[in-house]
């Protein structure tokens, strides 16, 4: 029985044979199997370590984007402070520019506004040596002596020093008559003209035809002109002379004093009349208070001060004007102090004049007025000086020294010239208003 277990069939042989060929292959199999997982089980244990490097390099990205951003951002802020700097720098620099400019125009304004004594007296002194050879008719003197001031400013007394001769005691230099505080000159913009006899220049004459308006689409635009004038003032010459003996000549520090006042003060006296009064037929220049070169007041005011104001009024608000400067003789501006109330009879100066305690200048509504003697009594100049009239200068106040003249040569006498040449435009008649005090409208 047991041969009979052993001795099974043949096809059942072949069957467990292929069993166990089977479990062998899946012996194989599960070997290899788990010889894999192991492999994946070590992947997977590189992979999450390999997952935990890269989830660090993606922080490590992230910041790395992080101060990239910030630095962008930082260079974006440097870049526009850097656009901003570069304009503040720009704008700075004009600034300074600007004020480098100005301080140059302040110190030529300066120069320009330097006593004609300190002028005078440094060109004197510069030509002393000459005047003094053709006062003792040195063999090296020269027959004429030009001395040539471009500039001219306020006209004061020179400091003289003093001496004793002997017993007696000597007051130096020359008693001088009185000198007038302002001139017209000060008041007017200043320019140089060349060469030529006549300024020309072209000036609006009115408003011209037709009118600005509003118009409708697809309409005819309303027509308009200009009206231009040509106009022109002739180039003058003011001007005198005198003669000095050789024995008053070699008295140069008594000279010096004498030209530094007088023969300066003399010129810009009759120059003052004529920016002022000249009735404009050559040689006279024609001046702002002259038919043509002024609007007349038209005010009804019989206060002296309301007819001032009066007359802003009318620069400013008719003729479209600014005032810069109200002209008055000493005696109508000191009376406008004495403005009283009625009843009480109390000084009031009204709250619209101003006395600035350090200079004494007074101001009517912020508007300077000035005294001179240059202007008449009873009378009132309210105007855009600025920009209604030019002093252009073709040469300046000269003084000059000959010997050469006459009969000087025999008489031991020396001539001395003071001259200008000028020209004096109004640019119209709406830059001034000019009244009468005494004859209200």
Known sequence: MAEDILELPIELKTKLDAV????????????????????????????EAGLVEVKAIKETVAELKTLKDSVLNVEKSFNEYRVSKDE?????????DKQI???KDIQLDDEKKKSFGDILKSKLEEYTDDITKMAVKDSGR?????????????????????????????????????????????????????AGTEFVFMRENGTGEGAIAPTAEGS?????DLDLVESSVKIETIAGWLRMTRKAMNNIPGLISYLQTRLPERLLRVEDNLL???????????????????????????????????????????????????VLHPTDYY????????????????????VDPATGLVRILGVPVIPTTAQTVDKFLVGDFRMGAQL??????????????GTNVRENKITVRIEETVAFPVYGSDFFVFGDFGNVA
């Open 276 to 326: 002022l009064n000249g009735d404009g037929v050559s040689p006279n220049i024609k001046g702002i208070q002259v038919a043509g070169n002024f609007t007349a007041a038209t005010g009804a005011a019989t206060v002296d001060i309301e007819q001032i104001i009066q007359a802003m009024s009318q620069l400013e608000g008719t003729n479209e004007r600014e005032a810069t400067g109200i």
């Open 142 to 194: 020269k027959d004429r002596i030009v001395i040539d001031l471009k500039a001219v400013g306020d006209v004061t007394t020179g400091n003289l020093t003093g001496g004793s001769r002997s017993l007696q005691v000597l007051r130096p230099g020359i008693i001088n008559g009185p000198t007038r505080k302002v001139h017209v000159r000060d008041l007017l913009p200043t320019g140089t003209i060349g």
């Open 88 to 96: 503040a720098d720009r704008k700075n620099q004009e600034w300074i």
């Open 392 to 405: 252009l200068i073709q040469e300046g106040i000269r003084i000059e020294f000959f010997e050469q003249d």
């Open 220 to 224: 005819m635009k309303p027509q308009i």
């Open 101 to 103: 400019a100005r301080s």
């Open 335 to 354: 009376n406008l102090f004495l403005n009283k109330a009625s009843g009480s009879g109390e000084y009031d100066m009204p709250d619209i004049v101003n």
């Open 20 to 47: 166990e060929a089977g479990v062998k292959d899946f012996k194989s199999k599960a070997e290899s199997l788990e010889t894999k997982t192991l492999s994946i089980e070590q992947k997977l244990v590189a992979t």
